[in-house]
């Protein structure tokens, strides 16, 4: 399987933008959806955006519609996140994640068990 290496954080001033990179090992990564998650202190991990494994169709949650885009090159077995026009509720640890493809949805939030480092964003108020 995969490992996935991602990127530092930042901490980064409402409405700025920050890019987060996800590398993965192995050649097999187009076999792989991706996907970013966050955990912000006392809160459940959340999925935050997911991208199938040929980058056709991607998925956001509510909250980061039209500021945060996934985009990854197969042919550098990366991941990416822009995130824009950030906001202090955007504060959290960062996760990239991969699922198998085994014909499940991609943006089921419950297939993902192959995990990034994290990384810590945060957006002051």
């Known amino acids: 399987q995969v490992q996935l290496v991602q990127s530092a954080g930042g901490l980064v001033q409402a409405g700025g933008s920050l890019r987060l990179s996800c590398v993965a090992s192995g050649r097999t990564f187009s076999s792989y959806h991706m996907g970013w998650f966050r955990q912000a202190p006392g809160k459940e991990r959340e999925l935050v955006t997911a991208?199938?494994?040929?980058?056709?169709?991607?998925y956001y949650t509510d909250s980061v519609k039209g500021r945060f885009t996934i985009s990854r090159e197969n042919a550098k077995n990366t991941v990416y996140l822009q995130m824009s026009n950030l906001k202090p509720e955007d504060t959290a640890v960062y996760y990239c994640a991969a699922r198998s493809v085994d014909g499940r949805y991609y943006a089921d939030r419950n297939g993902y068990d192959i995990w990034g480092q994290g990384a810590q964003v945060t957006v002051p108020s």
């Open positions: 991208i199938d494994w040929s980058g056709t169709n991607t």
